[in-house]
């Protein structure tokens, strides 16, 4: 079965850096489909932060980043600040599946 | 200003049928693709369904065969239509645009606030 796994939890103290990883397979990531990121707090509409593995949305700041490599991903975050806190997600295309996949999501706590 | 919201949640019961909307504005629906993804309560993220500008559509194999997406490029908005729905069914439900740049897309922005479908007896 197709599935992104990330770490249920990841936490940092403000100005610190944290990353959160999301391990796919060779139908997803792998294959080589681009990788994406989201963060959501709940009750609101998910927000893109990453786009094509490693490019940013205009509005996004640069203490965002992201990599890939082989079957996984990860998103760094620097300069942890109180309003990162949120769940992140992320998302890819699975070719078993002919359909997206979402990663398993991560809660980013601000400590 | 580019944005989508959704319409048509509510409470149903089981094996009952209810239809979403989605309007969009500031981008037109029939240029793009659109996708629908849902969050159960407590769970993460979950992708149901997309619809490419061909109208070729696919569906998360759990829910193939019930639910169907739908695109009205007149009236600028998609839908999903979801039969025989299940407890398990309940969930906020998120309208989102397809994103491309060059040879490249796969990614979703921006997204709706979500509608939630309840379904219970």
């Known amino acids: 079965q197709s599935v992104l796994t990330q770490p249920p939890s990841a936490s940092g103290a403000p100005g610190q850096r944290v990353t959160i990883s999301c391990t796919g397979s060779n139908s997803n990531i792998g294959a080589g489909y681009d990788v994406q990121w989201y963060r959501h707090l709940p009750g609101t509409a998910p927000k893109l932060v990453i786009y094509a593995n490693t490019n940013r949305p205009s509005g996004v700041p640069d203490r965002f980043s992201a990599s890939k490599s082989g079957t996984s991903a990860s998103l760094a975050i620097t300069g942890l600040q109180a309003e990162d806190e949120a769940d992140y997600y992320c998302?890819?295309?699975?070719?078993?599946?002919?359909?997206?996949?979402f990663g398993t999501g991560t809660r980013v706590t601000v400590l | 200003e580019v944005q989508v919201v959704e319409s048509g949640g509510g409470l149903i019961q089981p094996g009952g049928s209810l239809r979403l909307s989605c309007a969009a504005s500031?981008?037109?629906?029939?240029?793009?693709?659109m996708t629908w993804v849902r969050q159960p309560p407590g769970k993460g993220l979950e992708w149901v369904s997309v619809v490419y500008s061909g109208r070729t559509s696919y569906y998360a194999p759990s829910l193939k065969g019930r639910f169907t997406i739908s695109r009205d490029n007149s009236r600028n908005m998609v839908f999903l239509e979801m039969n025989s729905l299940r407890a398990e069914d309940t969930a906020v439900y998120f309208c989102?645009?397809?994103?491309?740049?060059?040879?490249?897309?796969?990614?979703?922005?921006?997204w709706g606030p979500g509608a939630l479908v309840t379904v219970s007896a």
């Open positions: 500031g981008f037109d629906v029939s240029d793009t693709y």
């Open positions: 989102a645009r397809g994103g491309s740049s060059g040879s490249k897309l796969g990614w979703f922005d921006p």
């Open positions: 998302q890819s295309y699975d070719s078993s599946l002919s359909g997206y996949l």
